[in-house]
């Protein structure tokens, strides 16, 4: 794969060893509580299982399916949680927090469920392009300003099962 993308903007081995700090940091964090993860699909598919054994404290997982490629506007969520989210502490798994329109809209959508707490956990974040006061809790890595593919990240839905996260460039665009 790396022979068709060149080299990766950030490596497969970079990736889980940040994850495992991610883990270690959330279980120290939510000890005693009642965690729940929310994958965001599809971009989280990958990360949220990766980053879910990380973590050293029980906890239950649900998915979220939204709708916020940048060539569909507007975003959606297009599912609904399948636990109830009443008092739990709820951390949103993202792929990436772009401007922040899909975390907005997902802060509101979840705290309609009456959570103890709400937090996102993004493994990118594209500070760059933000356009909104909404920041993640906890970050993998903070990333230029490029549209980046790989690890579950898409362009038109092609390139999520690379295992490393690379730019998307001329080539990769086809
Ligand atoms: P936001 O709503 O602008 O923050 O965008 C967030 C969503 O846009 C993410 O969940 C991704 O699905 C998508 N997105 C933003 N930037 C990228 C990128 O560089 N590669 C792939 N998907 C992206
Ligand atoms: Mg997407």
Not at 18 to 34: A, F, V
Not at 65 to 71: G, L, P
Not at 127 to 153: A, K, M
Not at 154 to 164: E, G, I, S
Request: proline residues 5%; contains cysteine.
């Amino acid at each position: 794969m790396e022979k068709i993308f060149g080299k990766p903007l950030i490596t497969q081995e970079e990736i889980l060893h940040r994850i495992r700090e991610l883990g270690l940091q959330i279980t120290e964090d939510y000890m005693g509580k009642n965690l729940i993860l929310i994958g965001i699909l599809k971009g989280a598919y990958a990360f949220t299982a990766d980053l879910s054994r990380a973590i050293g404290i029980p906890a239950k997982v649900d998915f979220l399916m939204t709708s916020n490629d940048k060539e569909d506007p507007p975003r959606k969520v297009i599912s609904n949680p399948t636990l109830d989210l009443k008092g739990a502490d709820v951390l949103l798994v993202e792929d990436i927090v772009d401007s922040g329109l899909t975390a907005r809209m997902l802060l509101e959508k979840i705290g309609s469920y009456g959570p103890e707490s709400i937090r996102i956990c993004a493994l990118l974040d594209k500070t760059g392009g933000r356009t909104l006061d909404i920041h993640p809790d906890y970050v993998g890595f903070s990333i230029p300003n490029r549209f980046v593919i790989g690890y579950g990240l898409d362009y038109k839905n092609k390139y999520r099962t690379l295992p490393f996260i690379a730019m998307l460039d001329d080539r990769t665009k086809e």
